[in-house]
């Protein structure tokens, strides 16, 4: 583990990810859990590099909605006195989120989408069993490239800084059988692109990686941290 010395704020991980997660706790940092409701497939961009940081952006603010949600139920004993001047955008929670302005520490909220882009088409989670196997014969001895985004939101103070990083990634032949394998133990079914480099079933046949394994994994290390100590 990479040690980290004591932060001076604290960490909301907005992901489900298990692969963000053991990521962020290599880097040393102690986070709490929350993931976004989003329908993803309704939010369309041509560059994948765009689609990436709004689909980042969408899970922020998802998440942000759920705090102030539970913030505002909590505030329900206590009654409210609406001044007729004031108009429904006024009174309405924005960032910065209820209590997270009081506390001393900032919360830092993070965020981060990724796809697979293969022969310029975005790939995203296999429907089937049938397309992720078409997936990776596709990759077999040819290259994918992914691309992922990570947003840091400072919770006491609004600011939001995220980034996108692309790495490529070049295959020697997959056989067959190591396909089928891939695909009964089901991994693969649930990343996107099908693509799983780390996998001991796919790792031996990975020939090169042009960029950072963990950001293929979902959380780009140097980027997170900069953004980060930016956000503080």
Known sequence: METNSSPSFKIILGSSSLARRKILTEMGYEFTLMTA???EKSIRKEKPEELVMVLAQAKANAIISKLQTTHNKEKDAEPTIVIAADTAEAIRPKLPVGDYVKDAEPTLLITSDQVVVYEGVVREKPSSKEEARQFLKDYSGGHAA??????VTNL??????????????YFHEIPDEIIEKL??????LKVAGGLIIEHPLILPFVKEVVGT???VMGLPKDITKRLLQEAV
């Open 213 to 215: 394994t963990d950001s």
């Open 156 to 169: 006491k103070t609004g600011f939001s800084k995220g980034e996108w990083d692309r790495v490529e990634i």
């Open 37 to 39: 409701d989003i329908d």
């Open 183 to 188: 695909i009964e133990e089901g991994t693969v």
């Open 146 to 151: 992914t691309v992922g985004s990570v947003l």
